[in-house]
């Protein structure tokens, strides 16, 4: 099988398990020393036979190329011409650079190309790799991935083995909180919802995780006012949409769940479609109002 296709929630380590995946395709019949040399190239997105598109250049959000290759090293000039790309949508130019990088010569027997979140392919450009995966180079490996499956066209799923990745219990992920505090250790599970790669940058950034502490706060602030004036200032981060907002709307449900065990259904029920309402183009600050005085009802 020449292309894989790993499929899951955020932060459930498909894109570090496919990264893993390349290291041991490009050492397989190498030896230690070289297996080390590999993998240093591998880290630092130098070694010509490993691919990736991860980070998008973005005209007034991601313009500095030295940070974009950190994550991403198929060449990304062409997205600040003509017309500058204005989303991380992955266009038909993005997979023809790809294909030129393919068309180089190999350094080994195998080369891995990894593409991070296929949903962002557009139409053309997943016409484009189809034709590399149907008639791939000799050696070539896909590794993509994927948070929504089901908007995926289907000739492209059908081209891929598909392995779904599932939220860990709390016993398998233990190993990440050795020599945690038994209080954050909570905190850290129950803001991971059974996804490692939470706990793994709430662990390495302090600064984050003092973050969620305060988010998490606000939202258990949330529930214990009774002050209608105070629970429409604390959902001030649902008017505007973005990752605080999405941010802020799990904390709220945290810590429903949190604080009350057996929460009122009719307040649960409000929760989910405050949830499902954030998503339409309803006005989010009068839909925050009206979870509010919803509340009050009860």
């Known amino acids: 099988m020449h292309a894989y296709l790993f ?76 017309s500058p790309a204005k989303t991380d949508t992955i266009s038909i130019d993005d ?65 891929a083995r598909t392995l779904h990745f599932v939220r860990l219990t709390d016993a398998e992920l233990e190993p990440l909180l050795a020599g945690v505090a038994s209080d954050e250790r909570r905190f ?8 490692p790669g939470i706990i793994k940058r709430l662990r390495e950034n302090p600064d984050l995780l003092r973050t969620e502490r305060q988010v998490y706060s606000s939202a258990l602030a949330f529930w214990h006012s009774r002050s209608n004036l105070e629970r429409m200032q604390l959902l001030a981060p649902l008017h505007e949409r973005g ?14 769940r949190e604080e009350a065990e057996e929460a009122k259904p009719s307040i649960v029920r409000h929760l989910s479609d405050l949830c499902r309402n954030l998503e339409t183009n309803v006005n989010r600050q009068l839909l925050a109002q009206d979870f509010v005085l919803s509340l009050v009802r009860q």
């Open 243 to 256: 990752r605080e907002a999405d941010q802020f709307l799990l904390h709220l449900s945290l810590a429903l």
């Open 95 to 159: 997979i023809r650079a790809v294909q030129e990088r393919l068309h180089d010569v190999g350094t080994g027997r195998y080369r891995c190309c990894i593409i991070r979140s296929v949903e962002r392919m557009q139409t053309a450009a997943v016409s484009a790799l189809l034709k590399i995966v149907e008639e791939p180079p000799e050696g070539v490996t896909f590794l993509l991935t994927t948070q929504s499956l089901p908007s995926l066209l289907p000739t492209l799923v059908s081209r």
């Open 188 to 195: 850290l599970l129950r803001v991971a919802q059974g996804a």
């Open 7 to 82: 499929s899951g929630a955020p932060h459930l380590g498909k894109f570090t398990i496919a990264k893993q995946f390349g290291r041991e395709l490009l050492c397989s019949g190498r030896s230690e020393d070289e297996c080390g040399a590999i993998t240093d190239q591998i880290d630092r997105l130098l070694h010509p036979d490993f691919l990736v598109i991860d980070q998008l250049w973005i005209e007034d959000v991601c313009e500095d190329f030295a940070v974009i290759a950190k994550s991403s090293n198929i060449p990304q000039q062409h997205r600040a011409k003509d």
